[in-house]
């Protein structure tokens, strides 16, 4: 493994690099917390094999006056062996000069937001994340890397530069990765070096106490208020600890709240001894519900049903949904352009998706998971699921499917009109040319008869307008949604943009990636 410790000498070795490059920076002192990362980072994604770059920096700009600089550990040989065990190619390890040539003095600064310097550690660290942004960003100009990887025990740390990456347009994706935890509760931290082994026992109560009180808070439907952040405080002072602050903040703004509302923090700072110790617990008032809209033959269903598996979600295929009912309006002998003729046929709808490796649809009892992908049913499931009275049926029972969350869905008015308070919206989608090669290939595979491209183009155009231009819950993009643009992507490729986006809203700490 390399040792970089000048400038010159990281930018030769960059040069040599194939591949992504993803990052690690850490004040060294590494432990299983950073094995974590670092071996993260090494997992193979949709662009190729990475090389793993870690970085050893004591930062003196993130240290008050006061604090523990002169006496943080250091120990870089061993740093070195702990980083290529987990995975990464070099180290790089500069001196203060390096990184500040002109000095402290002459060191252009990256000031965060002070709406997320307000609550946790900020008001009692003045300027400390100032410190680490303006590091953290010098860092990635010189290293240039793909992928940012960073732990989530630090949690307004991620906060903040992840804002920062985005506010200043940096090319670089932002990882938030779970926290470790020692057998004993106790998140991995290099200042546990300071603790004696009676107060690593004394300092259990931090992660226990978070426990207990977001579990009593939520048991029975209640929620955790302000006075849980009391409580938590005078637990924790009754355990011996020396408390700086507990606070309950809502996840991304980090503005205090009263209640839970979407993603919550409870978070607290104690000092054990002279050890400085942070942690943190995510409360959420139901699981975790993602939309996917887009239009037809975008390969949401596809993309979907993959995500869904690789986080632990159910998958919902709304547009199943409405091919069922458009399958059951042909099988009747119904006009599918009668509102009246269909509204019949939705009484004592018995329709069921059930899951596994490959969803499938019952209608009656009768699996139909095949005939409603002819061409037949897509020719007219547009004109059927713009009545009212189909929308009205199927979004009732999709916002009861949804109501303890848990679950993505994908269709074509998921983040306007079933989900509106999704945690993430994705508006997915392709350029008509790519849908109409895609469908061509569906069709292959499915054994029907494939029209011309120019045809095919014409009808999903059509029905982009069809969609587009219903009056009720038409087509359209919700104004929080993101947009992806999937030509050019392979399914690898999207699925792990979404997992991407997904752990910008969700971090692991509040819903962990299912087992394998």
């Known amino acids: 493994m390399a040792l970089l410790r000048t400038r010159q000498e990281l930018e030769a070795w960059r040069r040599q690099q194939r591949g992504p490059l993803h990052f690690v920076p850490t004040m060294g002192a590494l432990h299983r917390g950073h094995e974590a990362l670092i071996a993260q980072a090494a997992q193979p994604r949709a662009e190729g094999l990475p090389v793993v770059l870690v970085s050893v920096f004591v930062n003196p700009l993130q240290f008050g006056a006061g604090e523990d600089f002169s006496r943080y550990p250091r120990h870089l040989a061993r740093d070195g062996a702990v980083a290529a065990a987990a995975g990464a190619a070099a180290v790089f390890a500069p001196e203060p000069a390096e990184l500040f040539p002109g000095g402290e003095a002459e060191l252009t600064r990256i000031q965060p937001p002070q709406s997320l310097l307000q609550s946790l550690c900020a008001p009692g660290r003045p300027g400390h994340f100032a410190g680490v942004a303006t590091v953290v960003v010098r860092l990635l100009a010189l290293v240039r890397p793909q992928l940012l990887l960073l732990g989530e025990k630090d949690w307004q740390q991620l906060v903040i530069l992840r804002r920062v990456v985005r506010d200043l347009g940096l090319p670089v994706t932002v990882q938030g990765c779970a926290t470790v935890r020692q057998p004993d509760g106790l998140a991995f931290s290099s200042r546990h070096a300071y603790l004696s082994a009676q107060e690593q026992r004394r300092a259990t109560a ?13 048991r029975g439907g209640s929620e955790p208020t302000p006075a849980a952040a009391a409580e938590l405080r005078r637990r924790l002072e009754q355990s011996g600890l020396d408390v700086e602050y507990t606070a309950l903040v809502e ?29 943190h617990t995510f409360l959420m008032s139901r699981a975790p519900i993602v939309a996917i809209d887009g239009p037809a033959g975008a390969g949401k269903s596809t993309v979907t049903r993959a995500f869904a598996s690789r986080l632990g979600l159910i998958y919902l295929d709304t547009g199943a949904m409405y091919r069922a009912v458009t399958w059951l309006v042909r099988q009747q002998g119904a006009d599918p352009a009668d509102a009246a003729a269909v509204a019949p ?55 009861a499917m949804g109501k303890s969350g848990g679950l993505v869905a994908e269709g074509r008015d998921i983040g306007t009109a079933v989900y509106p308070d999704a945690d993430l919206k994705v508006f997915l989608t392709a350029t008509v040319a790519e849908r109409a090669r895609r469908r061509a290939q569906d069709l292959t595979q499915r054994g029907f008869v494939v029209p011309p491209q120019a045809e095919l183009e014409a009808q999903i155009a059509d029905r982009d307008h069809q969609d587009s231009s219903r009056s009720i819950a038409p087509l359209c993009r919700a104004g929080d949604a993101v947009e992806l643009i999937t030509d050019g992507m392979t399914i690898e490729a999207v699925i792990e943009a979404l997992v991407d986006l997904f752990r910008q809203r969700i971090p692991h700490d509040a819903w962990p990636d299912p087992a394998p």
């Open 206 to 218: 931090l992660p226990t106490l978070l426990t207990a009180i977001a579990r009593d808070g939520l």
């Open 251 to 279: 996840a991304h703004s980090l503005k205090p709240v009263h209640r839970v509302a979407g993603l919550t923090l409870l978070a607290a700072a104690v000092r054990c001894g002279s050890a400085r110790l942070i942690d």
């Open 345 to 399: 046929l939705l009484l004592d709808l018995d329709l069921q998706l059930l899951g596994g490796a490959e969803q499938r649809v019952l209608l009656g009892g009768q699996d139909i998971t095949a005939v409603i992908r002819s061409p037949e049913v897509t020719a007219q499931v547009s004109v059927v699921a713009a009545h009212a009275c189909v929308r009205e049926a199927l979004t009732g029972q999709q916002q």
